[in-house]
């Protein structure tokens, strides 16, 4: 089975900032990695896929890159309605999440 | 516009058996990749199932396999998740969740959810 081990858990963060999460898979994946974010109490919604690829309607301040085993999703210029949980998921063999990482915005 | 809606959660004894159902419209239903994705209370996104096109290939976590199945009626437009021999850490949030035309796609459409609590 894939691992993918996301950093940090959990970040505290002010408007405006940038803020980078990244995710590590425990083995080569290509750019078969995906990001969701996931509001509370909501369902999640796909943001980046095939580790860079943006979605139509997600807003562009939100961007992926890297392969094989190291992922970067970053959030530039962080507004309040950014705060959620955020995962990665690999599809290159099966399916496997990330762990989370909780964003909070002071 | 792409709508899934998932029924048939609810709060049972372990051991027993449920069904899922997740209704699908807005897509050609029979094109596209589908998935189970759970989520305990409090917890991360864990992946349950997912099923081709055709219904002919499924694919399933080990911590479910041999109990779970899944299956589809691309007539019905409509996704199943049987499962059996149900235990407490099956608790969990039950999404539906569209891919694209191949197992390796995202979910790029994600039901509201069916709550599945198993309890004695």
């Known amino acids: 089975e894939i691992v993918l081990t996301q950093s940090p858990d959990f970040q505290s963060v002010t408007p405006k900032e940038t803020v980078t999460i990244t995710c590590r898979a425990s083995?080569?994946?290509?750019?078969?990695l995906h990001w969701y974010q996931q509001k509370p109490d909501q369902s999640p919604k796909l943001l980046i896929r095939y580790a860079s690829q943006s979605i139509s309607g997600v807003p562009s301040r939100f961007s992926g890159s890297g392969s094989g085993t190291d992922f970067t999703l970053t959030i530039n210029s962080l507004e309040a309605e950014d705060a959620a949980a955020y995962y990665c998921h690999q599809s290159y063999i099966l399916h496997t999440f990330g762990q989370g990482t909780k964003l909070e915005i002071k | 516009e792409v709508q899934l809606l998932e029924s048939g959660g609810g709060l049972l004894q372990p051991g027993r058996s449920l069904r899922l159902s997740c209704a699908a419209s807005g897509f050609i239903f029979s094109n596209y990749v589908m998935s189970w994705v759970r989520q305990a209370p409090g917890k991360g996104l864990e992946w349950v199932s997912s099923i081709s096109g055709n219904g002919d290939t499924p694919y399933y976590a080990d911590s479910v396999k041999g109990r779970f199945t899944v299956s589809r009626d691309n007539s019905k437009n409509t996704l199943f998740l049987q499962m059996n021999s149900l235990r407490a850490e099956d608790t969990a949030v039950y999404y539906c969740?569209?891919?694209?035309?191949?197992?390796?796609?995202?979910?790029?459409?994600w039901g509201q959810g069916t709550l599945v609590t198993v309890s004695s």
């Open positions: 083995q080569n994946i290509g750019t078969s």
């Open positions: 969740a569209k891919h694209g035309m191949v197992v390796v796609s995202p979910g790029d459409y």
